[in-house]
């Protein structure tokens, strides 16, 4: 279990629980040490003096606030430990928001708040349920580490979250920041619509664990390519070229059609990733093929069975259009695709098929 890295109290009106706060997510960077080119001496950085060139120990420096060039507001590190909101003990819910109401723009960090011990799990579980029931999250100010936080806690899968979020002001204006925004656009009807057909036909369930990281996987590849003496082929594409307006149409209507080339035979036109994977609507991914077989009649079972033989044809491209960009990519990295990372899923699909060819011709 982890380790708690924040303990306190949890209140809404008169009712109190003590928690633990715990992080909710982790990163897997790769994580590189800096040398000097040649060697394998670690490079380290100095605190310099920038004037004279000389190292400064920690214990003399200070803060500067720059008023005008080269004009500061010195502040000592005790100053600000004085005005610092050191750590809070408290979680006290100021009010509760609909959660549809908050931008998720605002969220920033979540974390888990779960009961400190046994004996207060059905006060937790009270405020779980309440807050699931009336889809709504607790907005409440936080401090930790030196940092004040607005915060909101909300309930999701049997336990409470803490989302960190950000202030009014620190969320900047688009429409400031972000140039050529299209004021009102000109669009015919036809092209709406088209566009409207074209993202319902790709609409997918959210699997996120058919979702990761390409480049973190292409580092540590590289890390053990150069660890074992194999020969590093890099190879970049083309960059895709942006849609005419004049052609826009036209890019639609072909979007369209290589959606439907991939939409597996007898399938709805709105198809997920899950059921793409599983080539029935709604059915279980490891066993979607086994109730659509029971289900049928004695008559429809040769059906059943020349479907599966499509399926799992080695050379068909049927099987391959039935896959989801997850698993087509995980073939290409099985059979060490290079540019995989930066395809689509036709790309990924192409490629497959053009890698299949010479076995083909060979036997």
Do not use: C
Not at 4 to 20: D, E, K, N, Q
Not at 80 to 95: A, F, H, K
Not at 160 to 173: G, I
Not at 226 to 236: D, F, H, T, Y
């Amino acid at each position: 279990m982890a380790r708690p890295m924040w303990t306190g109290v949890l209140t809404f009106g008169l009712v109190t629980v003590p928690v633990a706060l715990y992080s909710a997510t982790r990163s897997h960077d790769v994580r590189f040490h800096q040398l000097q080119r040649g060697t394998s001496d670690r490079v380290r950085n100095k605190r310099v003096n920038e004037r004279t060139g000389k190292e400064v120990e920690f214990a003399d420096i200070v803060k500067g606030y720059e008023v005008t060039d080269g004009e500061y507001v010195i502040v000592e590190p005790d100053e600000l430990e004085q005005i610092s909101p050191g750590r809070s003990r408290t979680i006290d819910i100021s009010g509760f928001v609909d959660l549809d109401d908050v931008d998720p723009i605002f969220f920033d960090r979540t974390y888990y708040l779960g009961p400190r011990g046994m004996e207060y799990q059905k006060v937790y579980g009270l405020l779980v349920e309440a807050l699931e029931h009336a889809g709504k999250a607790g907005l409440a100010m936080f401090a930790m580490r030196g940092k004040e936080y607005l915060t909101a806690v909300r309930s999701d899968h049997g336990l409470l979250e803490l989302h960190t979020m950000h202030f009014a002001d620190e969320v900047r204006d688009p429409h400031r920041e972000v140039d050529n925004l299209p004021e009102k656009t000109k669009l015919t009807a036809q092209e709406v619509r088209t566009a409207e057909q074209l993202i319902g036909m790709l609409a997918i369930d959210w699997q996120p664990d058919e979702w990761h990281d390409t480049y973190e996987e292409q580092v540590r590849k590289l890390v053990e390519d150069k660890l074992a003496g194999r020969e590093i082929a890099v190879s970049s594409g083309p960059a895709p070229e942006a849609t005419n307006v004049i052609d826009l149409m036209d890019a639609l209507r072909r979007s369209l059609d290589s959606a439907r080339k991939d939409e597996p035979a007898g399938q709805p036109k709105k198809s997920t990733a899950r059921t793409r994977a599983s080539g029935a609507a709604g059915a279980p991914k490891r066993t979607g093929g086994k109730k659509s077989t029971s289900a049928k009649t004695t008559v429809a079972k040769p059906t059943a069975t020349k479907t599966t033989a499509k399926r799992t044809s080695p050379t068909g491209k049927r099987q391959l259009s039935q896959l989801t960009k997850a698993e087509l990519y995980q073939r290409a990295t099985d059979l060490d695709i290079p540019r995989r990372s930066t395809m689509t899923r036709d790309q990924l699909q192409h490629a497959l098929e053009q890698a299949r060819r010479p076995s083909r011709t060979a036997s």
